[in-house]
């Protein structure tokens, strides 16, 4: 994986050797830059100094939680992208860790494959942040966010304002897992009743998924939110 400038610099944080050394092998035979620390404040020193493209985070760690790592990384307005690694199966952790800014989660145990995807997931959402690009596309779905066009298999698709304002969240985060807090708060302004969510994504599903049953753009993350897959 490479950047415009050259491959991709990831930062490993995590106490554990073992973890560390299963990181640095899968990482680096995919091309990747790896460096590894098993304490959080230098590396929100390293952070702050830019001296890194992603952080893989452990929320386990000796001086300082992982949690308060990414609040002070997100307080230092560094828009580098976090993915949590969390022995820890409590839905509230991940909420919490999501809610301050992290792009992603994978709970440990974990295969390596499915944290390159999570972070070629993260890499793009910043990717299109800083791009802005004016049409996002993923498969069969297309939305203009300029014109407020969205297109389903080259079909136009209307929307009712609520609906294509969480879709919009979606789209602006694609590849990101945002939690019910962070939509309604957005969207409804408030933390109102998650079940009202429930049926704006449920009436999403029915406008653009092939198999509403079966969602292959919007995913729930069960507990914790919603995610809209980037399709390749």
Known sequence: MTTGTGPLRVLVVDDEPAIRRFLRAGLS???YIVSELENG???VDVARRKGTDLIVLDLGLPDIDGIEV???VRGAASAIPIIVLS???DEAAKVDALDLGADDYVTKPFGIDELLARMRAAQRHRLQRE???PIFHSGDVAV???RRIVTVRGNEVKFSPRE???LRLLVQHAGKVLTHKMILRDVWG?????QYLRIYIRALRQKIEPDPERPSHILTETGVGYRLRVHD
């Open 29 to 31: 035979s995919q091309g």
């Open 41 to 43: 404040l230098p590396a």
């Open 70 to 72: 990414i609040r002070q």
């Open 87 to 89: 022995s820890r199966d």
């Open 131 to 133: 791009g802005e690009a």
């Open 144 to 146: 203009d966010l300029v």
């Open 164 to 166: 294509y304002g969480v």
């Open 190 to 194: 408030s933390e109102t009743d998650v």
